[in-house]
């Protein structure tokens, strides 16, 4: 995926040689096949609608020639009608026929699309997510799949249409008018020939066009997530000029798109009539010299003004197919991407029962996108089952990247680590994850009830599980005050309720989870104190029998641990219980001292 939207893709990349074909639009293709049923419908009614509306001019010619000529029977010129009114009644219904299973597959297809490409995203591992803006995805999955929805929906069957209105219209021509057809057929390549001259520009800057609509998308969702900071720090200006220079640059590029489909267009169009014109003008001489009869010459316009149509309609269906090849590349990227952690091809089966071990041997390791520098060096340390295990340090110590490579989010360059004896790069990624209970920093909610909040944890859990649960974190007292108790929306990211009570939510997720390993990162760090006391009486009845890893700033909530770790650039310092690293006189004793001064100063105030 390339780097940043606001620069075009440089002529050998990736990027540049997909820009320059209709090729992405296979995945559509290849999605719509899944309904082949559908396709054939689609594809029959589109079939006779084009027959029938070529139909009309060699209705129309007979209707001429038979009905109106000296001595017609009056009956014979109500047969023609009939035959005429016939005809327009199955492209009525064909056309109804068409547009309602063009339509359902474009909706179908643009779901499928979607679901693939959540399903996948899914599978990824965050180090892509570092590189690559969730925003910015986000907008893919909504701007692109509308332009894949429209090219399904409407573009491919108006450009089959034509496309057939065109053949049969040349082939019935050639039937009535042989010479006149072929100065037809000698001008189509006049009209071709600009068509994919226009193309072949309209391709990259649409793909520009479409990376510069979702940078807007990316950046409206950051701004507005971030309305309260923006605000705050007094800079709705610079975030107005900001968003303004973003869709200045959105619209120079759609001005460049609009000027290059709107001169295919017109030079496409003025060949096309300038040709049908000089033909109708050569055919008016033959109907002169009585070389051919009226109805003919009718029939011949008519059916040249379709052709004409036809191809003058092609020239715009190929630049919304250019936009949607672009936004289908874009899509196929993310459906394209492997993940970097994967299960292997004969993952080893955990030990059951589970123990909780977890063991850290010479492990190394630099996150992707700061190679520079080493998160972990050469790292050891092993978590006996149901040992309670605090580290602390300074920020950028490495204490959030060991919660990272315990859960296999990462895989370290050199070392290897072992839950319950089995190397983690040969077990199922899922199976770890199953034996691991993560309560984060801040508690995170989705937009949607308590209930599904706390079961989150575990989805089959019953109501009884879940209020066991929320009683044991010490949030009981609050969701039953809830306007709809378990059934109440919280709001994105759980607005409805204060930081304390995320928390303890996230802690009642961790119960259900009921897992042997307990992951806590700082989970009172953001805290009031009575809210912190609360929380903390939760996390001592969720760390009982379990082996548990805690990180915390605040000393005083690691007191009571087997062992502290104490690390500094990513190793190891110091490591043993509270009373002997506070004697001992190094880092620990350093940051213990600081932080209960502080405490004790701001008591006295």
């Given at each position: 995926?390339?780097?940043?939207?606001?620069?075009?893709?440089?002529?050998?990349?990736?990027?540049?040689?997909?820009?320059?074909?209709?090729?992405?639009?296979?995945?559509?293709?290849?999605?719509?096949?899944?309904?082949?049923?559908?396709?054939?419908?689609?594809?029959?009614?589109?079939?006779?609608?084009?027959?029938?509306?070529?139909?009309?001019?060699?209705?129309?010619?007979?209707?001429?020639?038979?009905?109106?000529?000296?001595?017609?029977?009056?009956?014979?010129?109500?047969?023609?009608?009939?035959?005429?009114?016939?005809?327009?009644?199955?492209?009525?219904?064909?056309?109804?026929?068409?547009?309602?299973?063009?339509?359902?597959?474009?909706?179908?297809?643009?779901?499928?699309?979607?679901?693939?490409?959540?399903?996948?995203?899914?599978?990824?591992?965050?180090?892509?997510?570092?590189?690559?803006?969730?925003?910015?995805?986000?907008?893919?999955?909504?701007?692109?799949?509308?332009?894949?929805?429209?090219?399904?929906?409407?573009?491919?069957?108006?450009?089959?249409?034509?496309?057939?209105?065109?053949?049969?219209?040349?082939?019935?021509?050639?039937?009535?008018?042989?010479?006149?057809?072929?100065?037809?057929?000698?001008?189509?390549?006049?009209?071709?020939?600009?068509?994919?001259?226009?193309?072949?520009?309209l391709r990259n800057v649409s793909r520009t066009s479409q990376d510069r609509v979702a940078d807007i998308g990316a950046m409206v969702a950051e701004v507005l997530g971030a309305a309260r900071?923006?605000?705050?720090?007094?800079?709705?200006?610079?975030?107005?000029?900001?968003?303004?220079?973003?869709?200045?640059?959105?619209?120079?590029?759609?001005?460049?798109?609009?000027?290059?489909?709107?001169?295919?267009?017109?030079?496409?169009?003025?060949?096309?009539?300038?040709?049908?014109?000089?033909?109708?003008?050569?055919?008016?001489?033959?109907?002169?010299?009585?070389?051919?009869?009226?109805?003919?010459?009718?029939?011949?316009?008519?059916?040249?003004?379709?052709?004409?149509?036809?191809?003058?309609?092609?020239?715009?269906?190929?630049?919304?197919?250019?936009?949607?090849?672009?936004?289908?590349?874009?899509?196929?990227?993310?459906?394209?991407?492997?993940?970097?952690?994967?299960?292997?091809?004969?993952?080893?089966?955990?030990?059951?029962?589970?123990?909780?071990?977890?063991?850290?041997?010479?492990?190394?390791?630099?996150?992707?996108?700061?190679?520079?520098?080493?998160?972990?060096?050469?790292?050891?340390?092993?978590?006996?089952?149901?040992?309670?295990?605090?580290?602390?340090?300074?920020?950028?110590?490495?204490?959030?990247?060991?919660?990272?490579?315990?859960?296999?989010?990462?895989?370290?360059?050199?070392?290897?680590?072992?839950?319950?004896?089995?190397?983690?790069?040969?077990?199922?990624?899922?199976?770890?994850?199953?034996?691991?209970?993560?309560?984060?920093?801040?508690?995170?909610?989705?937009?949607?009830?308590?209930?599904?909040?706390?079961?989150?944890?575990?989805?089959?859990?019953?109501?009884?599980?879940?209020?066991?649960?929320?009683?044991?974190?010490?949030?009981?007292?609050?969701?039953?005050?809830?306007?709809?108790?378990?059934?109440?929306?919280?709001?994105?990211?759980?607005?409805?309720?204060?930081?304390?009570?995320?928390?303890?939510?996230?802690?009642?997720?961790?119960?259900?989870?009921?897992?042997?390993?307990?992951?806590?990162?700082?989970?009172?760090?953001?805290?009031?104190?009575?809210?912190?006391?609360?929380?903390?009486?939760?996390?001592?009845?969720?760390?009982?029998?379990?082996?548990?890893?805690?990180?915390?700033?605040?000393?005083?909530?690691?007191?009571?641990?087997?062992?502290?770790?104490?690390?500094?650039?990513?190793?190891?310092?110091?490591?043993?219980?509270?009373?002997?690293?506070?004697?001992?006189?190094?880092?620990?004793?350093?940051?213990?001292?600081?932080?209960?001064?502080?405490?004790?100063?701001?008591?006295?105030?």
């Amino acid at each position: 995926m390339p780097a940043s939207p606001d620069a075009p893709a440089p002529p050998d990349s990736p990027a540049a040689p997909s820009a320059r074909r209709l090729g992405p639009l296979r995945m559509i293709w290849h999605a719509a096949k899944a309904y082949p049923a559908r396709v054939a419908t689609a594809g029959t009614a589109l079939v006779v609608t084009a027959l029938a509306t070529q139909g009309i001019p060699a209705g129309l010619r007979l209707v001429i020639d038979k009905g109106f000529s000296k001595g017609s029977d009056p009956a014979a010129v109500g047969h023609w009608f009939e035959l005429l009114l016939c005809v327009v009644l199955v492209l009525a219904i064909g056309t109804a026929i068409r547009f309602y299973n063009v339509s359902w597959l474009g909706e179908r297809v643009v779901a499928d699309i979607r679901l693939s490409v959540q399903a996948n995203l899914l599978r990824l591992a965050p180090s892509f997510f570092e590189e690559n803006s969730p925003k910015e995805i986000s907008s893919r999955m909504t701007s692109d799949t509308a332009l894949i929805e429209q090219v399904v929906g409407t573009t491919v069957s108006v450009a089959l249409r034509n496309i057939i209105t065109a053949v049969v219209g040349l082939a019935y021509l050639v039937w009535l008018a042989p010479k006149l057809t072929a100065m037809l057929v000698l001008a189509i390549p006049v009209v071709v020939v600009p068509i994919v001259w226009f193309g072949r520009r309209l391709r990259n800057v649409s793909r520009t066009s479409q990376d510069r609509v979702a940078d807007i998308g990316a950046m409206v969702a950051e701004v507005l997530g971030a309305a309260r900071i923006v605000q705050a720090f007094n800079q709705e200006a610079r975030e107005r000029e900001r968003f303004a220079g973003s869709v200045e640059r959105t619209f120079d590029t759609a001005k460049r798109r609009i000027l290059i489909r709107s001169l295919m267009t017109s030079v496409v169009m003025l060949l096309i009539f300038g040709s049908i014109t000089l033909l109708m003008w050569r055919g008016a001489l033959g109907v002169a010299r009585g070389e051919i009869s009226g109805g003919t010459i009718f029939s011949f316009v008519l059916t040249g003004g379709l052709i004409a149509g036809a191809f003058g309609s092609l020239s715009e269906v190929y630049g919304d197919l250019v936009r949607a090849a672009g936004a289908a590349s874009r899509l196929n990227e993310l459906l394209n991407e492997r993940p970097a952690i994967a299960p292997p091809a004969r993952p080893v089966a955990l030990p059951v029962p589970p123990r909780g071990q977890i063991a850290f041997d010479a492990v190394t390791f630099r996150y992707p996108t700061r190679l520079e520098t080493p998160a972990l060096a050469d790292f050891s340390l092993t978590i006996e089952p149901g040992e309670t295990v605090a580290i602390v340090g300074p920020s950028g110590a490495g204490k959030s990247t060991l919660f990272q490579l315990a859960e296999r989010f990462y895989d370290p360059q050199a070392g290897t680590i072992k839950l319950d004896g089995v190397p983690l790069t040969s077990a199922d990624p899922a199976e770890i994850r199953r034996r691991i209970a993560l309560v984060p920093q801040e508690g995170v909610l989705f937009a949607a009830s308590a209930r599904d909040n706390l079961r989150y944890g575990h989805w089959q859990a019953s109501d009884e599980a879940i209020w066991a649960a929320a009683q044991a974190a010490n949030a009981e007292a609050f969701l039953r005050e809830l306007p709809e108790g378990l059934d109440t929306f919280l709001g994105e990211d759980g607005a409805r309720l204060s930081g304390g009570q995320r928390q303890r939510i996230a802690i009642a997720r961790a119960l259900l989870r009921d897992a042997p390993i307990l992951l806590l990162d700082e989970a009172t760090s953001a805290l009031d104190a009575h809210s912190e006391r609360q929380v903390q009486e939760a996390l001592e009845r969720l760390m009982q029998s379990r082996t548990t890893l805690v990180i915390a700033h605040r000393l005083a909530t690691v007191r009571q641990a087997d062992r502290i770790i104490v690390m500094e650039k990513g190793r190891i310092v110091e490591q043993g219980t509270h009373d002997t690293l506070s004697r001992a006189g190094g880092l620990y004793a350093r940051l213990a001292s600081l932080q209960f001064d502080e405490s004790r100063l701001a008591a006295d105030a």
